[in-house]
Each structure stands twice: as C-alpha cells, then as structure tokens.
C-alpha cells in the first residue's frame, strides 16, 4: 500500500500535466493526507455491564490518504493505478466510468494500520487460550465520490445558499474493510428471549474483520477550493484568503459483513458448555463521521494551484453486528457493538492544474 501510495506522489506532476478528459467537468487534481502519528480507541457498548474483561493497548500508526482524478486525456481513465485495492465494486466502477466518460466523479484512497496488544482478565477455557495477544490488520478504504451544490427547502421551494455552496459539498459511495479486537457479552435464554435473556460468561475476539459497502456526504473546504482554483471563498462575492481557517466532514453508513475468528467461537462455546453459536459471520452496519480542522495556505501560479494544509483530524466508527441472536436454550448470543476512534496531526498537499486558469 505504501510503495503504491508513493508512487502517485511521484507521477502526480506528470499525471497533471496531462490534464483531466478534456470533457470532465473538473480540474487534474491531486490531495494527498498523511497523519503521521495516528492514535486509536475503542470503547464497548456492554464493556462496564460484564465487568470490564478486555483491555486493549493500540499501536499509534500513520494514515495516508490520497484522492484525485489525474487522467490519461484520451480515454479518461483517472487514477487507474490506485483503483485496483482488493477487487472491489468502487474500483470498477471507477475504472468503467473512467472509459464510459463519466464526469465529475474523483477516487479517494486511505490506508492504515490497526495494531497492538489486548489483554484479558477474564476466564480461560482450557486450551491455547492467552490472557495477552498481539493483533495487526490492515485499514482500507475507497471513496468514490462527486460534488453537489446543498439546497435548503424555504418558503415552498429549495434554495441554495451562498456560503454553503463555496464549501464543497460532496456524496459518494465506497468501500471499507477493517480488523480489530472486540470483547463479547454472550446471551442465553431459557426459551423466551423477551423475558429470561441473561448474560452468559464474556469472551473476546483477537480479530474482528468488517468488509463494507458505503453511502457518503460532507464537505471539504480545501479540496473545493482546489476545485475551482482558488476563484472562491467562503463569503460571497470577495476571493478566498492567501492564510484561512479550514474544516472537512464527512458522514458515512456502512453495509457488509462482519466475520468472528474460530478463536472466539469456540472460547464462548467452552465457556458457556451446552450452548452453540449458530455462525461466525453477521451482517454488521457501521455509522462513521470524520472530522479535520486547521489552518491552509495556497499559492497560485498561472493555470497551476498548490494548497498546503495542517489540522487535527478525528474520526469515529460505530459497529452493529446483527446476527447472533438466542432463540432458545441451545443457542448462545453474542453482543459486542462498540465505536472505534482515531485522532491525529494531519499534513495535506493539493495540486492542481487547468490551462483555463492562465
């Protein structure tokens, strides 16, 4: 991921000055984010309900994040290289759009590490079950995404206003895939799970994995004023400041598979003896919200913009595994909802060309 990542960085002057398809709606652009010490969290909805069993030291690691939609003029095919991650729809889709000529649409690409050491203070079934354990997986995530101009419904009919539509409002779908730890409140019923649902004895898992499908929107002030290159700024009518504040959201609800290790599902069974867990796998729902603030400066030259930026950026993921329901006196639930956060000191670069602003 990384050599890949750097080797955008080092064709992005060559990829724009190809410019994007002479029929594309945007300028070649190309952001590149890089949080080099990025510190993560998780916190468990039954955590303090079960007696707290599952403590776990992260690892800080860096993020990189790069996003664009440099081109190969005659056929439209932007950021090809990056597309290809785990043979995901997103990449196709791009990759397809990219020969069908569709307009206005840019990849953004991250990738991290999710990494460190749990430990269980709980009991242990007999067997190669550890009280401490490492843990590492990779985070990835694809964005396909196109701007939009938000609207306000006022006085019967829907208005854009003009602040709003400088900030770089945004939508999109994608792709996450992602493993980590969880801590597992298991369920048994006598029969009656309205009534006689209780808690069983609390396991752990060292690898929680999420693959995603994602819908997406927020805005993002620096890259729109890559976008329109540096012609506006936030208050209508006056251009943007050389030095300004900044900020980026983005809201996200995610679709997919959720998969346990062997590990955790034969720990629960041992521990909870008589009862079964029906599956590994769940259908898991993800609620995200991202969030950078900082101060940018850009610099201008002819048909060229370069935008620099440093903010803090925080971000968390609520995970719903659905799934793992007890229905009866041989069945064993399992409840582990939680959020997963991260934090950090981010540093982002645009480049951006278009020969329409010499």
């Given at each position: 991921m990384k050599k890949v990542l750097l080797l955008?960085?080092?064709?992005?002057?060559?990829?724009?000055?190809?410019?994007?398809?002479?029929?594309d709606t945007l300028p070649a652009f190309v952001?590149?984010?890089?949080?080099?010490?990025?510190?993560?969290?998780?916190?468990?909805?039954?955590?303090?309900?079960?007696?707290?069993?599952l403590t776990v030291d992260f690892k800080t690691s860096s993020m990189m994040s790069v996003e664009g939609n440099f081109a190969i003029r005659r056929i439209g095919l932007r950021l090809g290289l990056g597309a290809q991650f785990e043979n995901n729809i997103i990449s196709k889709a791009y990759r397809w759009?990219?020969?069908?000529?569709?307009?206005?649409?840019?990849?953004?690409?991250?990738?991290?590490?999710?990494?460190?050491?749990?430990?269980?203070?709980?009991?242990?079934?007999?067997?190669?079950?550890?009280?401490?354990?490492?843990?590492?997986?990779?985070y990835f995530n694809i964005d396909l995404l196109k701007n939009f101009k938000k609207k306000r419904y006022v006085d019967g009919e829907w208005k854009s206003d003009a602040v709003e539509e400088n900030m770089g409002f945004y939508w999109g779908f994608g792709y996450t895939s992602m493993g980590f730890p969880v801590e597992i409140a298991t369920l048994t019923t006598e029969g009656n799970p309205a009534e006689d649902m209780k808690f069983g004895k609390p396991v752990y898992d060292?690898?929680?994995?999420?693959?995603?499908?994602?819908?997406?929107?927020?805005?993002?002030?620096?890259?729109?004023?890559?976008?329109t290159g540096a012609k506006h700024g936030v208050i209508p009518g006056m251009p943007p400041m050389k030095l300004a504040l900044y900020a980026a959201t983005e809201?996200?609800?995610g679709f997919g598979s959720g998969k346990l290790t062997s590990y955790s599902i034969n720990m629960a069974e041992a521990l909870n003896p008589g009862r079964e867990v029906t599956s590994p796998?769940?259908?898991?729902?993800?609620?995200?919200?991202?969030?950078?603030?900082?101060?940018?400066?850009?610099?201008?030259?002819g048909p060229s913009l370069m935008v620099f930026a440093v903010g803090y950026d925080l971000e968390g993921t609520a995970f719903f595994?659905?799934?793992?329901?007890?229905?009866?006196?041989?069945?064993?639930?399992?409840?582990?909802?939680?959020?997963?956060?991260?934090?950090?000191?981010?540093?982002?670069?645009?480049?951006?060309?278009?020969?329409?602003?010499?």
């Open positions: 955008l960085v080092l064709l992005a002057p060559f990829s724009l000055s190809l410019q994007a398809s002479s029929k952001g590149i984010w890089y949080v080099p010490k990025l510190s993560w969290f998780v916190r468990y909805t039954q955590h303090s309900a079960i007696g707290k069993p759009g990219g020969y069908l000529g569709f307009k206005g649409y840019w990849l953004k690409i991250q990738g991290s590490n999710i990494a460190g050491t749990l430990h269980w203070s709980g009991e242990l079934p007999p067997g190669s079950y550890y009280n401490q354990l490492d843990f590492s997986n990779s060292p690898l929680y994995k999420i693959k995603s499908y994602n819908l997406s929107g927020g805005f993002d002030m620096l890259r729109y004023l890559c976008q809201d996200r609800i796998n769940s259908f898991n729902v993800n609620v995200h919200y991202f969030l950078s603030v900082g101060l940018r400066y850009y610099v201008k030259t595994p659905f799934g793992y329901n007890a229905n009866n006196s041989d069945d064993l639930g399992l409840d582990f909802t939680g959020v997963l956060f991260n934090h950090g000191v981010s540093f982002k670069l645009y480049l951006a060309f278009d020969r329409s602003w010499r």
